[in-house]
């Protein structure tokens, strides 16, 4: 049970009602009862609010007109966000290394850390403090991890790949893969050697059964608090600037260098060697050809403004209609010739 004048103090939040309630749970605003605190940020919420059963609501700062208790904030969202993870944050365990998992030689490994049955870690391999790698994590020669990682089951890093601290990488994503690069002399696929690695920073995150794939030379860099979601692929070379978000199935082709701040939607991608600013927002199925500048929003195949790809789709959706329109034209500028 949570005081809701605590969780008013963890955001900055300011009560409305009564600041001794005593909070069970935080739940989403259909499945709220009696006990939970949940948010109402959307218009539709909001007017609804007086008929859902939650004890109090999350709200905007500015809203008021309710006889619920309210806990205002300028960013009721982030305000969810931030309690969600601190009421359901796991306080770390140290289980040590199990006798089931495999050890090299002349790996760094601190007391604090939970290695669980049939991990592999090779040899030089470097941890932080408070690192969790679950059942069949492969880490290979040479690899550095940071504190405070988390590694699902089945992740495997291939050699040399860094990690910062508070990096979480969910089951069966590979950091490190070689790069995709031949050379054709006429007859057969000549493999370039891939000898580089992969420098993920601190606060990374990284969904299920994704790729990030080591530099040809030098590093692939993804910076800090970048968020990648299931099945996202970076190829070799690629920076990814810090906060940049990419949802799934976005693929990212060799040499990208990509802005801070940058949101990639579903099934997006970008071909190699292209610049993109910070501040950039890529839509859904979105094809990326050429440099994208700074604070833009792009859309279709290939990417254009997106004010003047939906302009272009307008038109198309009535290219029927101005078919016919041009048949009747026509008809009569030739009834008109005769």
């Not at 749970?25 to 259909?30: C, D, R, T, Y």
């Not at 993870?85 to 365990?93: K, L, S, V, Y």
């Not at 991890?145 to 291939?158: A, I, K, S, T």
């Not at 991608?269 to 950039?280: E, L, S």
Request: aromatic fraction near 6%.
């Amino acid at each position: 049970m949570y005081k809701l004048q605590q969780l008013a103090q963890l955001v900055g939040g300011r009560i409305l009602g009564d600041s001794s309630l005593e909070i069970r749970a935080v739940s989403p605003f259909e499945a709220a009862g009696p006990g939970d605190l949940t948010l109402a940020a959307g218009r539709k919420n909001l007017e609804r609010l007086d008929t859902c059963p939650a004890s109090a609501a999350i709200v905007p700062s500015d809203f008021s007109s309710s006889a619920k208790t309210l806990l205002q904030v300028a960013r009721p969202k982030l305000a969810f966000a931030q309690i969600l993870e601190h009421i359901h944050r796991t306080p770390f365990e140290p289980k040590g290394i199990s006798p089931l998992s495999s050890v090299g030689k002349e790996c760094r490994i601190p007391e604090e850390v939970s290695i669980y049955p049939f991990v592999f870690l090779s040899d030089r391999v470097a941890i932080g403090c408070r690192a969790t790698f679950f059942p069949g994590v492969h880490i290979g020669e040479g690899c550095i991890v940071g504190e405070d990682v988390v590694l699902h089951p089945n992740v495997v890093l291939y050699p040399g790949v860094q990690l910062g601290n508070r990096v979480i990488i969910h089951s069966g994503t590979v950091i490190g893969a070689d790069g995709f690069g031949y050379v054709f002399d006429g007859s057969r696929q000549i493999k370039i050697p891939q000898t580089g690695t992969v420098v993920i920073e601190d606060d990374v995150e990284i969904g299920a059964n994704s790729c990030v794939d080591r530099g040809t030379f030098g590093a692939t860099v993804i910076e800090k608090g970048v968020k990648l979601d299931n099945h996202v692929h970076i190829a070799h070379n690629c920076r990814v600037g810090s906060n940049t978000v990419m949802v799934a199935q976005v693929g990212i082709s060799g040499s990208v260098t990509i802005g801070r701040n940058c949101i990639f939607a579903g099934h997006s991608g970008v071909v190699d060697h292209v610049m993109i600013g910070d501040d950039v927002k890529v839509m859904m199925k979105t094809g990326v050809s050429k440099d994208v500048p700074p604070n833009s929003s792009v859309s279709g195949q290939p990417a254009l403004d997106h004010r003047e790809a939906m302009r272009i789709e307008a038109i198309t959706r009535r290219l029927p209609e101005i078919y016919e329109e041009w048949k009747a034209i026509k008809r009569r500028m030739k009834d008109d010739g005769n």
